[in-house]
């Protein structure tokens, strides 16, 4: 079974612009949720969609938002791009019910 | 609110000896699960494993095990024979085990290295 898989793995923009990742779920898993990565404040909670709604949030401005398609995949936007917006952004999918997340390689953000 | 303390920054270990990443936490929940999690230097997090608050059991997946102590609230993760590949940053993190409840709250992480 494939692994959660997200794209791009690099990205450079600059500030004041948007950016959109993408991660496609382990087949079968519903529930997709998203973290950020930094070295100063470590892995955040950012959201998490199970069915298409967002079902938990954590504490970021609404610059961050995300979605989720019938199919399971996610993106998550991020609008008027700040230096600190710079981080490693890390997808994770579980099962309903199931304990376990299971991440993605993550995408690389970097704001200049 | 839950929080995870790792206080051990980072640790150097020799290959084949046995070691121990400490975590402690503290939640409210009565019902929670706890992880562990690996993040070599290529930025995945690969799970390694899980304790259910509920289980009386200690967890072991092959060369990892969780020290699970309930009362002192410590879930501390037993690498043994260790091997140069195990040289990362490990995770402590947990959650609820809530029905929707998928937020994993993480520790500051513990580097690992394995010298030869």
């Excluded at chain 1, 298409?52 to 609008?79: A, C, I």
């Excluded at chain 1, 008027?80 to 995408?107: I, K, M, R």
């Excluded at chain 2, 839950?2 to 070691?19: C, L, N, R, S, Y």
């Excluded at chain 2, 990362?88 to 993190?93: G, H, T, V």
Aim: charged share 15%; proline share 4%.
């Amino acid at each position: 079974k494939a692994g959660v898989t997200q794209t791009p793995r690099y990205l450079i923009k600059t500030r004041g612009q948007q950016v959109t990742l993408s991660c496609s779920p382990i087949s079968g898993h519903r529930s997709v949720s998203w973290y950020q990565q930094t070295p100063g404040q470590g892995l955040q909670f950012l959201f998490e969609y199970f069915s298409e709604t967002q079902r938990n949030k954590g504490n970021f401005p609404g610059r961050f938002s995300g979605r989720q398609f019938s199919n399971s995949r996610s993106e998550m936007n991020v609008s008027t791009l700040e230096l600190g917006d710079s981080a490693l952004y890390l997808c994770a999918s579980s099962s309903q019910g199931a304990d376990t997340q299971y991440f993605g390689p993550g995408t690389r953000l970097t704001v200049l | 609110a839950q929080k995870i303390t790792q206080t051990q920054p980072g640790m150097f270990v020799q290959e084949k000896e046995a070691v121990t990443l400490d975590c402690t936490y503290d939640t409210s929940d009565q019902s929670y699960g706890l992880f562990w999690y690996k993040q070599p230097s290529s930025g995945e997090m690969i799970f390694l494993i899980y304790q259910g608050s509920y289980d009386e059991q200690n967890a072991t997946e092959g060369r990892y095990s969780l020290n699970f102590q309930k009362a002192r609230k410590s879930a501390n993760l037993v690498i043994s024979a260790s091997q140069l590949g195990d040289s990362a940053m490990y995770f402590c993190a947990m959650r609820p085990l809530i029905q929707g409840a998928q937020k994993l709250v993480f520790g500051q992480g513990t580097r690992l290295t394995i010298n030869p």
